[in-house]
């Protein structure tokens, strides 16, 4: 399965963006915890940058992802400026402009907020220096007071979260069960003809050799 790279943005000194009521560290972590346990579920491997409120530099979750040798990145945010809707950040051509469009399709379908597009630049550390097609998802804004509302609803986070895990289903090919839904049993291959009849015969020849050693025994 793919191995996939977790990252809460800020965290620590560094608080991010904040609401009225929120600072972005939390609501990444959140998601991010979220995010990182559901993927497990459907068997992804996945490497977190952090799991508590710690702050960790930008040089060091790119480490952290490349060392690590994963196969894909994803970074959660939550926006700034008073705006409204998600975005998301890839760097332009190539499987990471893929993967960002097949995330914006899945948020788009599920969040109820305005689809602000994929942005393709080099503004941010952490799509440059890794090795693996990353994106860099920026949620909804956190000082818009709507925004915000959504962002700090545990129900609201978890439809953001099974949306993403739906794309990355997608992007490798793997069955999505919903949240509490246990995954459906693969297949198994139908008996070649005649392996019934086989392995009937090889039991009843199990049986005689045990009994004729049974006889042998008694013999004795």
Request: glycine share 10%.
């Amino acid at each position: 399965m793919p191995k996939g790279c977790s990252n809460p943005g800020h965290g620590g000194r560094d608080s991010g963006a904040l609401g009225s009521r929120s600072m972005e560290k939390d609501i990444n972590l959140q998601v991010s915890l979220k995010f990182a346990k559901r993927m497990r579920d459907h068997g992804f491997e996945m490497v977190e940058t952090r799991t508590g409120d710690r702050f960790v530099s930008l040089s060091d979750i790119a480490a952290i992802a490349n060392n690590a040798g994963c196969d894909f990145f994803q970074s959660n945010h939550c926006n700034a400026g008073h705006g409204h809707g998600f975005e998301i950040y890839a760097l332009p051509g190539g499987k990471a402009e893929n993967f960002a469009r097949v995330m914006e399709k899945h948020l788009a379908e599920s969040l109820g907020i305005t689809d602000r597009g994929v942005k393709t630049n080099q503004r941010f550390y952490v799509l440059v220096h890794t090795k693996m097609p990353a994106i860099l998802v920026e949620l909804a804004f956190i000082d818009n007071p709507a925004d915000e509302a959504l962002l700090l609803n545990a129900a609201w986070q978890e439809q953001a979260v099974e949306a993403m895990v739906k794309a990355w289903c997608e992007i490798y090919s793997v069955a999505y069960h919903p949240m509490g839904q246990a995954p459906e049993p693969e297949p198994q291959p139908a008996p070649a003809p005649g392996a019934g009849k086989a392995a009937l015969v090889q039991e009843a020849l199990d049986h005689l050799s045990r009994a004729g050693e049974i006889i042998r025994k008694l013999g004795e």
